[in-house]
């Protein structure tokens, strides 16, 4: 076995080749010294990288680039490192992640929730991938999803659900049914400063969505007279309060609102809707959208949704959709029928003759 001699920062480094073929040998020594001389090889390291390090910089990708959902990152970092605590990343294998699944499942996770977790896994090996901690990565399995949520609102339940709401989360429940924007993230968090009534616009500036792109729309009367009225709501407050309320949506001391599921799921339960999602409200905007018949990629710019299987996932078709597509079928067939079966028109010559 040859092995290859050089010197990297003063310091003398020997290590395998991993050949007995001194010509294939000689390639990889050029290739290391390369590697040194552009500044992209770390070290001799890659045997002694850990989970733990990964994990790290996993973690740390998350912070320097504020993602919003650094605490999801952070849990499912957790939960691998019950099982790969202090294991060495090049003897993590495929079988070792199938391993892991294995007593996931036996944990009582759905297939969504592992995945989640090996998605976190594989952002870690392709971090440490570019950054030339590790030589190569296992194959990360993932499971096939079969829990997708379908739920949506007819106008009715969304009432009944809406008259049994506390009086500070009528009017952004409501704002989500109109817009279909995510409630916590985006509905909860616009300003004022957001808001122009002059040009009847409504801007969520780019980086503070969930695909870190801006979102425009026109109000149309309905948020229009919504809007209108927490703005009276809000000056108001401000004049009680002796300060400035910056968000559309606040509670009644001008605070933001920050825990309201316990209220929406006791609201659901009184209307007999157990179990529905504020969510629900993304999937209902674009089901409306698309029967109002406005195009497909007008409908993802105004509900921010980026990619088209996204949208096609919450584009849900409902019994009543199917009933009212039935009946079209059924006129559309009627017709066809009608025209094939009935006798020829004949003229009053035709007859005498």
């Not at 740390?60 to 294991?87: H, V």
């Not at 992640?97 to 007593?103: F, M, T, V």
Request: net charge positive; charged share 30%; aromatic share 8%.
């Amino acid at each position: 076995m040859w092995w290859l001699s050089y010197y990297m920062e003063g310091r003398h480094i020997c290590e395998s080749s991993g050949t007995r073929d001194k010509s294939k040998a000689k390639e990889r020594l050029q290739q290391r010294i390369g590697q040194i001389a552009e500044g992209t090889f770390v070290g001799n390291r890659p045997d002694r990288v850990t989970y733990d390090e990964i994990s790290k910089d996993f973690l740390n990708d998350y912070e320097i680039n504020a993602k919003k959902s650094y605490k999801d990152a952070e849990r499912s970092a957790r939960s691998l490192e019950k099982y790969f605590k202090g294991r060495k990343v090049h003897s993590i294998t495929t079988a070792d992640i199938a391993g892991y699944i294995s007593i996931r499942k036996k944990d009582g996770l759905e297939n969504s929730s592992i995945n989640r977790e090996l998605s976190a896994l594989r952002r870690m090996l392709n971090l440490a991938l570019q950054s030339g901690k590790i030589i190569r990565k296992p194959h990360v399995p993932m499971l096939a999803e079969n829990n997708v949520r379908k739920g949506f609102f007819e106008w009715e339940d969304f009432e009944s659900v809406r008259a049994k709401l506390p009086q500070h989360l009528l009017a952004p429940m409501m704002f989500a049914y109109l817009t279909g924007w995510r409630v916590r993230s985006e509905i909860l968090t616009l300003r004022w400063t957001n808001v122009d009534f002059r040009a009847g616009t409504l801007r969520l500036e780019p980086g503070t969505t969930k695909n870190k792109e801006g979102l425009l729309i026109y109000m149309n009367p309905l948020m229009k007279t919504l809007l209108e009225e927490e703005w009276k709501r809000t000056k108001l407050l401000q004049r009680q309060l002796g300060r400035i309320v910056p968000l559309v949506f606040s509670n009644k001391r001008g605070k933001p609102i920050v825990n309201y599921y316990k209220a929406w799921c006791k609201a659901c339960k009184q209307a007999g809707l157990p179990g529905k999602l504020p969510h629900d409200f993304r999937r209902t905007a674009v089901r409306n959208m698309v029967k109002a018949g406005i195009p497909e990629r007008v409908a993802m710019q105004l509900t921010g949704h980026k990619t088209r299987s996204v949208f096609d996932r919450y584009h849900i078709v409902s019994d009543g959709d199917l009933k009212e597509a039935s009946q079209k079928l059924y006129s559309a067939q009627l017709a066809t029928i009608l025209a094939t079966t009935q006798p020829p028109n004949t003229s009053k010559d035709d007859v005498s003759s």
